[in-house]
């Protein structure tokens, strides 16, 4: 990943925020982790998981690293929409259940012991936490700019002059290039990210969109609208599209070639019924990261508090060698030292880091505003 996207703004303060379990996905998906023994479970597969982040901190030289994670299931998106995730099968080839669930539980407390704030939120998925975290440390930071890691496309909503998105697939991901990254026909403004993906809907989160109307035609709607209005206009609404979409036929048909304007067209139509509005607008509840409401923004900032300015951030490498297991190998030196020379960079990258993330703590806490 290139480190020349904030080269105009090197004096600001970097942070890095990690999407845990999509890392840790993209380690398991193609595993059937039932089938791995204890020692390429708990030590070979976290190991690697350790090192990419080191790698990755070692890379882009952040001064603070957060770590996200999705914790149970989003009760606000299932009460809105009921089948939210339900036909996901959280990972490939996976026969036990059970071992998923303990493993990833393990994982939780391997993270406790690297030296970054760790964020979940009971019921609470981590594109939301990024959201509200990125926020939070606005108003403590003005000059802030974040990398997100993760190949979640909800994060394009972010995108923005202080944010990038680090994909573990598609690399470096900016306001810029998000276009050709997720291979769309026409390029739109990110900004109307969320309501786009509103009405295509999103398979893999089990959220239906409207009939025949997939990324190819509704790019095209934004791209139309964004030629008229302005890249950096914002169509916030279903009824906000509604008007847009009508006003350019009004007044700037003479301007559309006939295969947009019949576009336009079959869309203003697809909009008059009001059950595919009411679809739209139920997605975009879910979809849409500036929808959160207050209690539910309070809680998640009580826990960026508690993890930030309340526990000790230490790499503790005693426990994380409980945690690996190593006794395993007991008796078999060979194996013993290949793992700990394979953590060894990961180790060192965590001891200086230990103590630059502290620094950067306490520069947040002489800005934090205790209400």
Known sequence: MSTLVFSKKESRVKYLIVDWLNLVKRYTYSRD??????????????????????????????????????????????AILSGYKSGRKRFKSLTNEEKEKSYVEYLKKVAYTLPFPFIDVKNTEADLI????????????????????????????????????????????????????????ACFS???????????????DSVSGLYNWGWKKVSRVFNVIDSVYGDKATVSSVGELEKSVSSILDNYADGLSSRDKRLLENFKTVLSDSGNKRLIQSNQSVIDLSNLESPFIY?????????????????????????????????????YTQILRKNAKSAAVLVYFSHKINEAVKLLSKRRVVS
């Open 299 to 335: 809680r998640v900032n009580s826990a960026i508090e508690r993890e930030t300015f309340e526990r000790k951030l230490k790499y503790d490498q005693k426990e994380l060698y409980k945690l690996l297991r190593l006794d395993i190998y007991k008796g078999n030196d060979l194996e």
């Open 130 to 185: 990024v959201y509200v975290l990125t926020r939070y440390l606005r108003r403590l930071d003005d000059k802030a700019r974040f990398i997100v890691a993760s190949s979640d496309s909800d994060f394009v909503q972010l995108l923005g002059e202080d944010t990038v998105i680090f994909d573990w697939y598609k690399g470096e991901v900016t306001v810029d290039n998000w276009c050709s990254k997720y291979k769309l026909d």
């Open 33 to 78: 982790i039932s089938s791995l023994d204890e020692a390429e479970l708990v030590t070979g597969l976290t190991v690697s998981l350790i090192n990419r982040i080191t790698d990755l901190v070692s890379e882009l030289k952040p001064n603070l690293i957060y770590i996200c994670s999705d914790n149970g299931y989003n009760r606000r998106a299932t």
């Open 190 to 204: 990110h900004r109307n990210y969320a309501l786009a993906k509103s009405i295509v809907g999103d398979k893999s």
